[in-house]
Structure formats: C-alpha cells, structure tokens
DNA sequence: CTGAAAGCGCTTACAG
DNA sequence: CTGAAAGCGCTTACAG
C-alpha cells in the first residue's frame, strides 16, 4: 500500500533500494554515485515525481509560469509574436517571463544549469522564438518536466525533435512569386536570408516551384542569400541589376531586404512598381511605412505565439500534441510595389 | 563579535531573547505570540535580514526578476512601452515577468498575498503600467523590499507616494493646440479621456493654457471627456458638429477617440484636413494607417519603459531616486490631418 | 503565551 | 561507492 502524501526522499530511497544520502548525493549531482546506481535513483525520482521542499513551496503558488527565449532581437518580428503569446497568456492566467538569456553563447553545461534553474523557479515551460535549438538543450529541459516549443526554428528540428510551430514559408514563396508571374514578369529574382535558414530554405523553395509551375527555367544568377537586413537588400540588389538581362521583378525574403532594394533603386532611379516589381515577407509595419507601400507575405506571428503557448500548456498537462510541427498559413498582401511588366527592358 | 554568516532561526531567537519555536510562529503568522513578542522578533527578524531556506535557495539564483503589470490591455500603447523595458532588461541581465494579473479586482487582503507571493519567489522590483494604483498597494509591496514603480500613474499619487513616470502631458496638450492655432484655428474643440485621468486632465489644461496665451476664451460646449476609445471620438464629435457654431479643429487626447473623429467626418461629408483639422494623441502606428495619416503627440513610450525599469532597478539597490515623478518630453509629428484654415464657415 | 523536547527532511563527514 | 551516524534548520505537539 503506497502512500498518496507528497513524496519525500526516503520515499525515494526505499524505492530505488538504497539510502536517502545516496538519493542526496544524485539530486545535489554529486560524482561519487554509481553510475546504475545514479539510474535507478533516477528513475525513483520521476516515478514518484519528487520535488525539494524549495519546489513544492514554489510549484503550488501562484500562476505558472512560462519562459520567453528571443533569440534575435529584431523588434518588430518578436513583439507581434509576444503579443500574441500575452494576449493568450491572460485568458488562460499564465505569467510570461520574458528572458534576457542570450542562449546562442551557452555551452551545454551551462544548458543544465539553466533548466536546472528554471526548475527551481517552478517554470512551467519554455518557448523559443527564432532561436538555434539543439536536441541536447530541449532534452535538458524536458527531462526536467520543462515543456519546450520552438517558433520558427533557425535549424531543422533534429532527429530527437521538439514541438515547433511556424508559418506556411513555401506556400508563402510560392504565393509571392506566383503574383509576379501573373503580372507578366518573367524575370524574377529571389534574395534570400541566411542559407542555413529553414524559412529562407523553404521560401526559396517555393519561389521555385512557381517558376517551374510555369514552365520557366531558374537561372542561378538571380538567386542571393545572405541576411535578413538590408544589407543583404542593397549587395545583392546592385549584383542582380549590373547583369547582362536584369530582372524585373524581386523577391526579396523578408521585408528587411526589400528595405535595401528600395534603396539601390533610387539610387539608380528606378521607379518601383513601374520599372522594378518588389514583394518582400513578413508583412511588418516596415512595410506600411516604405514608399511605395510594399507587397509583401504576411505570417500570423501572433498567432503563432498563442499556438506556440498552447503547445507549451498542453505538453505541460501531459497531453499529446496533434503534431509536433505546426505550420500555420501565411498570406500575400497586396500593396503598391508591384505593377503589371509593360515594356521589356532589354 | 556578531557572525557574517547567513542569519538564520536561532540568530533571530538570540537576537530577540525568545526561543526557536516563537520565532518560527511569528514567521508563520501564528495568532498564539503576545503583540509586544511578535513585535521584537519581527524587528530582529529586520535587523538581520532573515530569509527563509526557500528564500535563500531562489534569490542567490540567476538573473533579478522585475514583473510588469499591464493594467489597460490596450496593445500598442503597453507594447511599445514593454519593448522599451525588453530593450533596457537584455543589456541588464534582468527577466522580466509579463504577469497576468489583473490588479483592479484585488481587495487589500489579495494585494498582501500577492505581494507575499512575489516576494517568495525572489522578485526584485514591480513596474505597474495604466494602472489604478493604491498607497496601501504601493506598502504591501515596498514593506517587504520590492520597489514599484508606475508609468503613466491613472491616479494622482497618494500622500504616501510612489515613485511613477509619465510624459509631459500638459506641455503635449500645449503644443498640439498651438499647432492649431498657429494655422489660423480660432475654433478648437478637446476630446478627452476619463475624467478622472490624470493625463487626460493634463492634456485639458495644456489645451486651455494655449487658448489663454492668445486671448481666446475658452468655451464648456467645446471640451468633452468620456475614455480613450473610438466611442468617445464619434459621440463627442457628432455632439460638437451639431452645435450653431461647430468646430474647426479639434484636439482628441488619443489616438483612438481621433479615430472616432474621422469616421464621423467621412459620415457627414467633411475633409479631413479641409473642412476640419485633427490633432491625435499617443502617436501610435494607428496614426500612420489612417487616411489621412494623424497628426499626433507622440509619448516617448520606450524610453518611459526604459526609465521605469531603471527607476526599480535603483531603488531594489537602495539607492534615491533624483525625483519621484519623471516626466519626459513629448513631441508633436505633424502629418497630413492638419491643415491653414482657408475659409470659415459659418 | 512560551519554550523544552521530539520530530521531519535533508546534508555532511567519514568509516568501511 | 555506500550508508550509519551526527548534525542543521525548521516545525509541531504539548506541558506549564
């Protein structure tokens, strides 16, 4: 007869057979422990779900409590996903720990620390925002019972996975190039982020499933990657116009990089939409603010901050998720810095 | 030759001439401890600094925890107002915890408990944002050496006080009726907020102070109040279009009544800025998607979040804020709701 | 109301 | 590597 009262380490011990200094000596990290023995403590401990006295005071008061992790901080993008999140995190009375980790500079020791922390501090789960991920980092958490999803992930989930969720990225790519194929350009060109990038990857993706679509062939001098900044926008812009036979159109994979198409188009006085089609992504406030007005993919950032702590909530209940990828759908908006191909520039 | 070394029960009891146990019941919020013991304890217990072992464990751990408290869940206002905050956190290494608390429905009795709460779990400081904020509130808090500080405080301070930072609403009401003024508006009618707002009665009295400096006498049929909201901006104006001698400007105290405003001049055939001028408040992005675009006050919304932040951070180490109330500037963006009054109709 | 005594949960120092 | 013994910090039950 097993007895239903909060589990205490001698609970533990006489469970996994040994002495309650031994399960000291595991919880605390000790090295002086078995290796088998360190396992079978182990697994006592989950069995029974054994908390420190300093976590169940922690775990039973007030609010859960989830964790924020953006990995680039580029404003605009991260902010409409936290709003998101918050606007969720209110109905359902969860309180968002918006982190101040830069979790791109932490070993993997400092990973088991970290989650080690945050188990301390009773945190109910972790979300990631345009963060590299590694399967050792997530396995930190949620072996701790820290539930994990990532948004937007810059890596492909690894073999171990982790719940993510991000938007319609080839869908979005297809979408954009497809709008400046049925306006007539033939001559399209695709400026990317980071090559590594999962989004850009699939952006790229779709950019060329349309052009196939139509039966027009890629040509491998109209695709660039780089960053998403403007940068990017302004060197690969000034590359693609000083060829031979020139786009007339640009697909550039964030708004960022648009940013700097706009620019080298002045620059050379090209009038965009007239001589130069644009479509940038992310549909960001930037892009209300250009001149023209960009086209541009938009990603429901916000509400993929609620799926995301959705996710988190539920993998925190112990529930199953539907998937463990969700890709939520993004949308072309039309806006002024594209225009039916008139002439032919040779 | 008093101890360096952690205070802990039995430093109390020694300290305060009583035995373990009494300390622990006066810890614990025991009724069985005569008034006068309680209170030499509680003093020890202040003298020393004692913390309880959870206590100990979560306040030496990572990085300070500042909570932020949104009590007008407007959006964009809070939004700019927490990147602000985000922005200042990252380079201080402090988390922030978005807490999803709703302040305004809590009696007294929660507002200790809360407070109890966040201070258990090792919180440093508290930012209230739009929040009716009481003295009795403000002492739960501070009692226990967490530092609040307000932004853009509902209520004017109470005697007790609070350190709280704000823009300089009435020198924004100033200028935004100057701007009136000076393009030839003798009519100028103010749309304000709740009543009992402070920075909605700041706003007032700029807009008075500016009719005054050119001789103009103000008129009751032309300043209304009501909230922050789109209602307020139909219902005001719809009221002052309706009287024997209308408008030919008006001043909304926020972006969102200015909102109200343009609807109903589209409804009864008026051009903004042609047949009226319009001057919002806040400067959010709504003031750049209208048509036409807002000219508004803008409130330095980051660099208060910033400032608040700082402000908590100060006082957690003891140190005095330069002054309780830190107001910064706000800036009239003129934009195209604005116009020379060419003819006056009657 | 107060505190000596017993007890709880955990950790440490050390013998084997 | 392991655990009996001692110890630490706190709380509880109860005698006065």
Redesign the interface.
Known sequence: MTSRSTPVLATVAELAGVSAPTVSKVINGRDDVAEATRMRVQAALDQVGYRS??QR??RS???A?VDLVIGV?D?AYS?EV??GI??Y??T???????????PNKLSRVDHEEWAQ?MK???RTGIIFVTSQVSSDQVRAFSQRGIAVVVIDPLNPPPPGGYASVGATNWAGGKAATEHLLSLGHERVAFLGGPVAAECSIARLHGYLAALMSRGIASRADYVFDGGFNRETGVAATRAVLDLAEPPTAIFAASDTIALGVLEVARERGLRVPDDLSLVGFDST?LA??TLPRLTSVAQPLQEMGRAALRGVLRLARGEQLDSAHTELATELVVRDSTARLISTRS
Chains 1, 2 share one sequence.
């Open positions: 006295p300093s005071r922690i008061t007030g609010p409590m901080h404003g902010m936290l709003r918050l606007d995190a209110v359902v009375d969860v309180d968002v720990v918006v982190s101040s980790h830069t922390r301390e501090s009773g406030p209300e603010q």
